[in-house]
């Protein structure tokens, strides 16, 4: 499922590609994608109104609107945000598409959102009123990229949890973005065992987990983000990512581990989530 770095990839496309443009039609093929509201309500909320930005908060993606509205897209386990000449061919499974205006110098596009298992959503809502209509984004954690995340507030925000560190990343209350890859990663960058409670961490291992969380997702959203063998995650144009090619332990239990050259890649399942990490670099305290 796309993470923080992916999402990333989409909204900085979204950035360049579709906003100050005018939506002039929209169709809605599966209800499910809209289930949050209605097809009538997205197609009405999208209609004629133009996109003013395009930002993220976690794994979500928030396109403010000249209405007031504000369209937030949930790519969850399959979505896609895909960008196409207007005429061509829709893919099976996109359940949305909406037609822009030209870009200056360009032609006529359509924006198409495609999700062959249906998770994903796309919701038309007012921002004055999220809480009410979308609850959970009203209580995401902290996105360690798109707000200020220090040393301190990091520490604040793991002392006394008795989670479990792999867990805890997960968490969307708590760090916002973060999902099963980056969560592994980061960990091991941090050399701290995806089981470790969260309040044992001394202050050196939140520093270490601190620039991990940082580097890591940076280094991602430069490299264009993840893309697995699925091929699932593409961006805007349909392009993928490279930073599967700098995974130290994501799908490589059994390997040697890249940093250290002693341990193994050991898989396990933390708290229902297939888990990886490397048996010298984050041995247990
Ligand atoms: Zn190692």
């Known amino acids: ?11 900085r496309g979204l950035a360049e590609r579709v906003v ?3 939506v002039t039609n929209v169709d809605v093929g599966r209800e499910r994608t809209v289930r949050r509201t209605s097809a009538r309500e997205v197609i009405d909320g999208l209609t004629d109104a133009t996109f003013l930005d395009a930002r993220r908060r976690g794994k979500y993606l928030l396109l403010p609107l000249d209405t007031g509205d504000t369209v937030m897209v949930h790519l969850r386990m399959t979505g896609q945000l895909l960008l196409a000449p207007l005429g061509a061919v829709r893919p099976p499974h996109t359940h949305v598409a909406m037609t822009l205006t030209e ?12 999700d062959p298992r249906t998770f994903g959503e796309v919701v038309v809502f007012d921002p004055d009123h999220v809480a009410v209509e979308l609850p959970e984004l009203a209580r995401l954690g902290v996105d360690p990229l798109a707000d200020v995340l220090t040393v301190p507030a990091l520490r604040g925000l793991l002392a006394g949890r008795r989670s479990r560190m792999k867990p805890l990343l997960l968490d969307q209350h708590v760090i916002a973005g973060i999902g099963n890859i980056y969560a592994d990663e980061i960990l091991h960058a941090a050399r701290i065992h995806p089981e470790r409670v ?6 050196l291992n939140v520093a270490r987990l601190h620039d991990a969380m940082h580097r890591i997702l940076e280094d991602s ?21 490279s930073y599967q090619h700098d995974h130290r332990v994501y799908g490589r239990a059994g390997l040697r581990c890249l940093t250290c050259g002693r341990g193994v890649v050991h898989r396990i399942v933390s708290a229902g989530r297939s888990t990886h990490f490397c048996s010298w670099c984050q041995r247990r305290p």
């Open 20 to 22: 100050g443009r005018r």
């Open 103 to 114: 870009q200056t110098g360009g032609s006529q596009e359509e924006l198409w959102f495609v």
């Open 221 to 241: 959203v430069r490299a264009g983000g993840s893309t697995l063998g699925d091929n699932q995650y593409v961006d805007l144009m349909g392009s993928g990512g």
């Open 198 to 203: 969260a309040s044992t961490l001394s202050m």
């Open 1 to 11: 499922m796309p993470e923080l770095p992916e999402v990333e990839t989409v909204r």
